[in-house]
């Protein structure tokens, strides 16, 4: 089973609320014990014509059942599997209990202090971290100066002593095989509010989950629907959590 499939197995379904499809964050909203739960992903769109790739049941997304939606997360069109990925963070029952509170970055710097770094996402924070690690390599699928194209990645993740993947690689289905590329004994970190914060992601390589828990749905909904990055989304917490030892 792979580990799209693992995570799905692990989930119950629940009544539709909300889907929300904003420029940068697609939001989807399950009522589960008496309360509204959201889950986050990025939204990602392909690279052909505006118009191109419609997403199926549009309009009607929400005649359909939560774990339905989150089947999408398998789609190869990246909008349905946007969709997909939220649906399933919506649906995640997080053990609380495992998660702290802590910012990506600083662990990063932490275990990247003196070492080998390999960064698979753009993220805003790459001048700070880059001037706290031995040597860091970021990839990106479309890559700025000093960045490198992400199909690289066979190249650098193997020298890594500490990996830092963006969750959203769930979505373009690359997760799995960028795991894999990782040594055993590297550090490597799952991050970003695509990230689901599920066991399953330990058994396939990862040490650490930097991801989002929802708060607020109405406030999240509101910044999503106008277009807001994460730095501007309200009601939201961002928690970690690593795997047992």
Known sequence: MNLLDEVLSTLTDAPLEAVWVGAHWTAVVVSRGGRSR???????????????????????????????????????QPLEASIGLAAVNALLEVDESRCREENALHILE????????????????????????????????????????????PEFLPRADVVAITGATLVNHTLEGLLALCRPEAFVLILGPSTPLS????RHGAKALAGTLVTDPPAVLRCVGQGATFQQIEGVRTVVMFQEE
Do not use: N, Y
Not at 42 to 69: F, I, K
Not at 199 to 202: D, G, M
């Open 38 to 76: 959201c889950g986050l992903a990025s939204t990602l769109r392909g690279e052909g014509p505006h118009g191109e790739s419609p997403v199926r049941w549009a309009g009607h997304l929400l005649e359909h059942g939560a774990l339905e939606l989150a089947g999408l997360v398998r789609s190869r």
């Open 199 to 202: 066991p399953v992601l330990f």
């Open 110 to 153: 932490r275990e990247g202090r003196g070492k080998r770094v390999a960064l698979v996402g753009h993220f805003p924070f790459i001048p700070r971290l880059r001037a706290a690690v031995g040597e860091l390599w970021v990839l990106e699928q479309h890559p700025q100066p000093d960045e490198f194209p992400a199909e690289r990645a």
